[in-house]
């Protein structure tokens, strides 16, 4: 495979791209170019590019699928009475979007399509109808599978072995043009919400390509970093983290951040931008534009929920919508120790101490940490497993959303983007969330410690359970394991690892550190933002120690008995060295600089230019932002004031409890499953200190259901650990 886009340099006059100048228009070196190939060479050994046969098989698929389309809007305008002429005009186009049109899919990758219709052509009728029943009947046509009802309507399929996703989008036109232009805002016109959405694709991926300076290496550093992100477990849009155009559109201004940079340099100056932005700053390839239409577009001025958002990737084509709403506080922190840890393996890529096969070491989830929530979802058939698979996994980011905000921030949940069948049972899959205390909250001296996140697993539980299409069968539960008690069905093979896998980086980097007798970073960004946080919630829940206990609910047995764990550090593995994120994300900038940074980087990386490109950066990160700026330190310590004076009500007008000092522990009777508690007593990784021991989360939503499973997590300190 050759390298395309090594030739590809204008000496000329080069057009800006982007809202900001260039960090740098400086041109390969020939490091650049022996690490491109390499990386190039990477990527093709692992599979990620289709052959010829598939890319015709695909071609002639969607080739087939457009006359399908056009058949059945034929079939629509006959069906509704049209006369003769609009019959014989009637049309329907399809268009890719996704990582097809974009040129970074692989192979068994799915394609997103889009089916544009006029305006007598419904959604529900006719597309969810008339085609549904069309492509049933078609033998080449299996796995068919319509979601009306989703945030995106969607109808998934597979066309001879092809994986489709298809999208409608009903028109204000009576004749759909066979060259229409969707890149135009006038085709918004009187669109309803859902097409908008459905548009929303395509035209945000083809204006993609057209702010990009050079496609080529946009598609191979894209794919590197989708590669990764996959490796390093956070890819996933549906679970917290980022999706196929959240990768598409940082990796986007980085190309225009770096012009003439090939994909080695983008790829580490992916990691050194992104490891000191500081979200919810946002990532935007262009301006936004309000429009003439009166779409709503991204605005925290203007619209309050736009400011509850954590890491804001902004979509370039009207109207702009941040595309990353799904991200929480957890995984917006798992990301950034991410991008830290990238950066770290770049700078020593540099200095020929490391390769391309330690940046996508994948990440040992299962080692990672002492105690994981394993979520279980069954049905009595495959068709009706995949339906409440995709049902289950649009909702599971929720309960990280719920954890974090019953317990104010304080327990941390790593969701797994992937899933796991037990091939013992058949239609059972498992997801599984890694659990931690965060990393920073100090422990107050008293022997057992306390959460209480009950309400979040059965308000989570009850929000599943509310599907629409749901049939008997189809069930789920929640359930606490230790890791040396993980499910044998998630390794490779069905065996357990006899001994925890390499990890080369961390433990290479742990040896460095101490050797030079620096310690790695035991507080976060995130530990320092809670800090007002923590307070408020310790003397808050401190004039609350004698409220009611839990311990008088009768749970039931049908789950999970409860568990005391012992908390225990792998060694090679450490949570803070791989959750805590990096002292430098706290750095303030330098606002008096006024330094411009054009210069180029050499392969050893010259400290004048590495200085003045951490200044251009900074530059970028605090200049034109400005205005979208969406979190006040004061506004945020208000609203908590008010979440922690509510609270403190709630457990005042508690009427329904046993009175028991919150510090001792729940013990409930033999042969009952305990609430999904988490208990600890100190040390780096333990959890709550002693004055968060009352139960968050009483009286704050819902009222707890009687008698349901409880789920009990025990964390001794680490000093007493024995896995």
Known sequence: MGSPGFGNQNNGQQQRLGITEPISLGGPTEYDLIKTRELEKHLQDAGLYENHQEAVSREEVLGRLDQIVKIWVKTVSRAKGLNEQLVQEANANIFTFGSYRLGVHGPGADVDVLCVGPRYASRDEDFFGELHKMLSEMPEVTELHPVPDAHVPVMGLKFNGVSIDLLYAKLSLWVIPENLDISQE?????????????????????????????????????????????????????TGFLGGINWALLVARICQLFPNAL?????????????????????????????????????????????????????????????????????????????????????????????????????????????????????????????????????????????????????????????????????????????????????????????????????????????????????????????????TFVFPGGLRPSHPSKLAWESKRGSELSISGHAPPQHSQEGANHGRKRKLAEDSAHSLRNSKSLASLSPSTREVHPVVIASCCYEKCNDSEIISTSEEQSEKPDLESTRECHGDWDANGSSTSQDAEKLAIEKIMCGPNDAYRVFSEESDELEYRNQVKDFGENMKNSSNLDSSNSQEPIIPQKGTASATCLNSNGGSEDLEPAELTVPLFSGITAPVPQRKPLIRLKFTSLGKAAD
């Not at 050079?214 to 590669?227: A, E, S, V």
């Not at 929920?305 to 954590?310: A, P």
């Not at 789920?476 to 040396?484: L, Y």
């Open 263 to 487: 994909p080695n340099m983008l790829v580490s100056r992916f990691f050194r931008v992104y490891t000191k932005w500081r979200w919810p700053n946002p990532v935007m390839l262009c301006g936004i534009e309000e429009g003439s239409l009166g779409l709503q577009v991204w605005d925290p001025r203007r619209y309050p929920k736009d400011r509850s958002h954590l890491m804001p990737i902004i979509t370039p084509s009207y109207p702009c919508m941040n595309s990353s709403y799904n991200v929480s506080s957890s995984t917006l922190r798992i990301m950034m120790k991410e991008f830290q840890r990238g950066n770290e393996i770049c700078e020593a890529m540099e200095a020929k101490k490391a390769d391309w096969d330690t940046l996508f070491e994948p990440f040992p989830f299962f080692e990672a940490y002492k105690n994981y929530l394993q979520i279980e979802i069954s049905a009595e058939s495959g068709d009706d497993l995949r339906k409440w698979k995709g049902w289950v996994e649009s909702r599971l980011r929720q309960l990280t959303l719920k954890v974090e905000r019953h317990t104010y921030g304080m327990l941390q949940c790593h969701p797994h983007p992937g899933e796991y069948p037990d091939k013992s049972r058949p239609f059972h899959y498992s997801y599984f969330t890694g659990l931690q205390r965060m990393q920073g909250v100090p422990v107050s001296g008293a022997d057992v410690s306390q959460f209480d996140i009950r309400l979040s697993v059965e308000e989570f539980k009850h929000s599943v359970n509310m599907y629409t299409l749901w049939k008997p069968g189809m069930d789920i539960h929640v359930f606490h394991v230790k890791r040396r008690s993980i499910p």
């Open 186 to 238: 006038s085709i918004l016109q009187n669109a309803d919400e859902q097409t908008v959405r459905s548009l929303n694709g395509c035209r945000v991926t083809d204006q993609v390509l057209r702010l990009v300076p050079n496609i080529q290496n946009f598609r191979t550093t894209l794919k590197c970093m989708k590669f990764w992100a996959k490796h390093r477990g956070v890819y996933s849009n549906v």
